[in-house]
Protein backbone atom coordinates (compact mmCIF):
# COMPACT_ATOMS: atom_id res chain seq x y z
CA UNK A 1 0.00 0.00 0.00
CA UNK A 2 1.53 3.31 -0.94
CA UNK A 3 1.67 5.70 1.85
CA UNK A 4 -0.71 8.45 2.29
CA UNK A 5 0.42 12.05 2.72
CA UNK A 6 -1.09 15.50 2.56
CA UNK A 7 0.85 17.22 0.85
CA UNK A 8 0.44 21.13 1.47
CA UNK A 9 2.45 22.44 -1.72
CA UNK A 10 0.06 20.54 -4.51
CA UNK A 11 -2.85 21.15 -2.33
CA UNK A 12 -1.35 25.51 -3.03
CA UNK A 13 -1.10 24.61 -6.84
CA UNK A 14 -4.39 23.07 -6.75
CA UNK A 15 -5.95 26.35 -5.61
CA UNK A 16 -4.01 28.93 -7.49
CA UNK A 17 -6.21 29.56 -10.54
CA UNK A 18 -9.17 29.95 -8.25
CA UNK A 19 -7.24 32.50 -5.70
CA UNK A 20 -6.61 34.36 -9.18
CA UNK A 21 -10.56 33.75 -9.99
CA UNK A 22 -11.37 35.15 -6.67
CA UNK A 23 -8.60 38.25 -6.63
CA UNK A 24 -9.90 39.10 -9.67
CA UNK A 25 -13.66 38.93 -8.61
CA UNK A 26 -13.00 40.75 -4.75
CA UNK A 27 -11.20 43.67 -6.81
CA UNK A 28 -14.10 44.24 -9.43
CA UNK A 29 -16.20 44.53 -5.99
CA UNK A 30 -14.01 46.95 -4.05
CA UNK A 31 -12.96 49.00 -7.16
CA UNK A 32 -16.58 50.27 -8.83
CA UNK A 33 -14.14 52.86 -10.86
CA UNK A 34 -11.22 52.09 -12.42
CA UNK A 35 -9.59 55.13 -11.33
CA UNK A 36 -9.88 53.96 -7.59
CA UNK A 37 -7.61 51.07 -8.37
CA UNK A 38 -3.68 51.67 -8.32
CA UNK A 39 -2.54 49.29 -11.04
CA UNK A 40 0.87 49.69 -11.47
CA UNK A 41 1.41 48.90 -7.37
CA UNK A 42 -1.02 46.20 -7.99
CA UNK A 43 1.37 44.97 -10.59
CA UNK A 44 4.72 45.87 -8.48
CA UNK A 45 3.29 43.79 -5.44
CA UNK A 46 2.46 40.90 -7.39
CA UNK A 47 6.10 40.14 -9.00
CA UNK A 48 7.48 41.11 -5.82
CA UNK A 49 5.36 38.09 -3.97
CA UNK A 50 6.60 36.12 -7.04
CA UNK A 51 9.89 36.82 -7.38
CA UNK A 52 10.36 36.45 -3.47
CA UNK A 53 9.18 33.11 -3.46
CA UNK A 54 11.08 32.11 -6.48
CA UNK A 55 14.24 33.20 -4.52
CA UNK A 56 13.20 31.21 -1.21
CA UNK A 57 12.75 27.65 -3.70
CA UNK A 58 15.99 28.36 -5.40
CA UNK A 59 17.35 28.60 -1.55
CA UNK A 60 15.66 26.04 -0.15
CA UNK A 61 16.51 23.47 -3.13
CA UNK A 62 19.72 24.70 -3.69
CA UNK A 63 19.04 25.74 -7.33
CA UNK A 64 21.93 27.45 -9.35
CA UNK A 65 18.79 29.47 -11.45
CA UNK A 66 15.65 30.66 -10.11
CA UNK A 67 12.39 30.26 -12.42
CA UNK A 68 12.19 32.37 -14.98
CA UNK A 69 9.66 35.49 -14.76
CA UNK A 70 8.31 36.34 -18.37
CA UNK A 71 5.54 34.16 -18.28
CA UNK A 72 4.55 35.59 -15.15
CA UNK A 73 4.81 38.71 -15.55
CA UNK A 74 2.93 38.28 -19.28
CA UNK A 75 0.26 36.79 -17.31
CA UNK A 76 -0.07 39.85 -14.58
CA UNK A 77 -0.11 42.45 -17.04
CA UNK A 78 -3.21 40.87 -18.76
CA UNK A 79 -4.85 40.35 -15.64
CA UNK A 80 -4.79 43.74 -15.04
CA UNK A 81 -5.66 44.86 -18.39
CA UNK A 82 -8.36 42.60 -18.76
CA UNK A 83 -9.57 44.27 -14.91
CA UNK A 84 -9.25 47.71 -16.65
CA UNK A 85 -11.18 46.82 -19.80
CA UNK A 86 -14.22 45.33 -17.38
CA UNK A 87 -14.46 48.27 -15.00
CA UNK A 88 -13.82 50.51 -17.74
CA UNK A 89 -16.53 48.64 -19.86
CA UNK A 90 -14.82 48.94 -23.10
CA UNK A 91 -15.82 45.72 -24.45
CA UNK A 92 -12.65 44.62 -25.79
CA UNK A 93 -11.28 40.88 -25.67
CA UNK A 94 -8.06 40.83 -24.56
CA UNK A 95 -5.83 37.58 -25.88
CA UNK A 96 -2.41 36.33 -24.93
CA UNK A 97 0.03 33.93 -27.76
CA UNK A 98 -3.11 34.52 -30.40
CA UNK A 99 -1.59 33.94 -33.87
CA UNK A 100 -2.79 37.50 -35.77
CA UNK A 101 -3.23 35.24 -38.83
CA UNK A 102 -4.54 31.79 -40.07
CA UNK A 103 -0.88 30.83 -41.79
CA UNK A 104 2.46 29.37 -40.75
CA UNK A 105 4.60 31.58 -38.43
CA UNK A 106 2.65 34.67 -37.90
CA UNK A 107 3.19 36.42 -34.86
CA UNK A 108 1.85 35.51 -31.60
CA UNK A 109 1.91 38.74 -29.68
CA UNK A 110 2.68 38.11 -25.82
CA UNK A 111 -0.83 40.55 -25.30
CA UNK A 112 -3.22 41.20 -28.21
CA UNK A 113 -6.37 43.56 -27.95
CA UNK A 114 -9.70 42.70 -30.35
CA UNK A 115 -13.30 44.00 -30.78
CA UNK A 116 -14.71 41.51 -32.30
CA UNK A 117 -12.45 40.32 -35.47
CA UNK A 118 -10.80 43.28 -35.92
CA UNK A 119 -7.09 43.60 -34.38
CA UNK A 120 -6.61 47.24 -32.31
CA UNK A 121 -3.06 46.69 -30.81
CA UNK A 122 -0.35 43.92 -29.40
CA UNK A 123 1.61 44.21 -26.33
CA UNK A 124 4.96 42.67 -26.06
CA UNK A 125 6.17 42.13 -22.41
CA UNK A 126 9.90 41.39 -21.27
CA UNK A 127 11.01 41.19 -17.93
CA UNK A 128 14.49 43.40 -19.07
CA UNK A 129 16.27 43.62 -22.02
CA UNK A 130 19.50 42.45 -21.11
CA UNK A 131 20.41 40.75 -24.01
CA UNK A 132 18.62 43.28 -26.36
CA UNK A 133 20.02 46.64 -24.90
CA UNK A 134 22.00 47.27 -27.54
CA UNK A 135 20.10 46.37 -30.30
CA UNK A 136 16.38 46.44 -28.40
CA UNK A 137 15.36 49.63 -31.39
CA UNK A 138 15.80 47.50 -34.07
CA UNK A 139 14.07 44.19 -32.63
CA UNK A 140 10.91 47.00 -31.80
CA UNK A 141 11.28 48.25 -35.65
CA UNK A 142 10.91 44.85 -37.02
CA UNK A 143 7.98 43.73 -35.42
CA UNK A 144 6.58 46.99 -35.59
CA UNK A 145 7.01 46.20 -39.64
CA UNK A 146 5.40 42.74 -39.09
CA UNK A 147 2.18 44.24 -37.22
CA UNK A 148 1.88 46.48 -39.90
CA UNK A 149 1.99 43.21 -42.59
CA UNK A 150 -0.85 42.15 -40.64
CA UNK A 151 -2.95 45.67 -39.99
CA UNK A 152 -1.81 48.85 -40.33
CA UNK A 153 -4.29 50.54 -38.22
CA UNK A 154 -3.16 48.56 -34.95
CA UNK A 155 -0.60 49.70 -32.29
CA UNK A 156 2.65 48.30 -30.80
CA UNK A 157 3.17 48.93 -27.46
CA UNK A 158 6.59 47.39 -25.84
CA UNK A 159 6.23 46.98 -21.73
CA UNK A 160 9.79 46.19 -20.08
CA UNK A 161 9.15 45.36 -16.10
CA UNK A 162 12.25 46.71 -15.04
CA UNK A 163 15.54 48.78 -16.29
CA UNK A 164 17.92 47.22 -14.12
CA UNK A 165 21.00 46.08 -15.91
CA UNK A 166 20.34 47.66 -19.79
CA UNK A 167 19.61 50.96 -18.62
CA UNK A 168 15.99 52.30 -19.45
CA UNK A 169 14.80 53.98 -22.48
CA UNK A 170 16.35 57.02 -22.17
CA UNK A 171 14.80 59.83 -23.60
CA UNK A 172 13.40 58.26 -26.45
CA UNK A 173 10.41 60.34 -27.35
CA UNK A 174 8.58 56.93 -27.71
CA UNK A 175 8.36 56.87 -23.76
CA UNK A 176 4.85 56.64 -22.65
CA UNK A 177 3.44 56.67 -25.95
CA UNK A 178 4.57 53.13 -26.89
CA UNK A 179 7.14 52.29 -24.79
CA UNK A 180 7.13 51.57 -21.07
CA UNK A 181 9.12 50.56 -18.06
CA UNK A 182 7.37 50.47 -14.81
CA UNK A 183 10.15 50.06 -12.07
CA UNK A 184 13.30 52.61 -11.98
CA UNK A 185 16.65 50.49 -11.66
CA UNK A 186 14.99 48.04 -9.19
CA UNK A 187 14.35 44.82 -8.89
CA UNK A 188 11.29 43.52 -7.97
CA UNK A 189 12.12 42.29 -4.31
CA UNK A 190 14.16 45.32 -3.61
CA UNK A 191 12.91 48.09 -0.96
CA UNK A 192 11.53 51.27 -1.86
CA UNK A 193 10.87 50.36 -5.72
CA UNK A 194 9.91 53.35 -7.41
CA UNK A 195 7.74 53.11 -10.48
CA UNK A 196 9.23 54.74 -13.72
CA UNK A 197 6.36 54.38 -16.56
CA UNK A 198 3.02 53.98 -14.55
CA UNK A 199 1.00 51.61 -16.72
CA UNK A 200 -2.03 53.39 -16.25
CA UNK A 201 -0.28 55.28 -19.43
CA UNK A 202 -0.20 52.48 -21.55
CA UNK A 203 -4.18 51.22 -20.39
CA UNK A 204 -5.14 54.73 -21.20
CA UNK A 205 -3.61 54.53 -24.58
CA UNK A 206 -5.74 51.50 -25.08
CA UNK A 207 -8.66 52.73 -23.66
CA UNK A 208 -8.08 55.61 -26.50
CA UNK A 209 -7.89 53.53 -29.57
CA UNK A 210 -10.95 51.33 -28.08
CA UNK A 211 -12.79 54.63 -28.32
CA UNK A 212 -12.29 54.92 -32.03
CA UNK A 213 -13.07 51.36 -33.13
CA UNK A 214 -16.82 50.81 -32.12
CA UNK A 215 -19.12 48.40 -33.66
Known sequence: MPLKFEDEYAHTLDNLASALQRSYEQIKQTSTFSNEFDYSQA???????FYCSQLAVKKFLNKEVAQAGSDFFVETVLFFLKLFNDLENLGLEIASERPLQRKRNTIRP???VWRGDKLLAIIECKTQLGWHRQNWHEHFQ???QKLKDVSEEAKIFLVVMTSCNWGGFGNDS???EQLFCLLNEKWPTEHFITLDTPIEQLFDKLKTIA???VN
Open 43 to 49: IANRLRA
Open 110 to 112: DIS
Open 142 to 144: YRE
Open 174 to 176: RVG
Open 211 to 213: STF
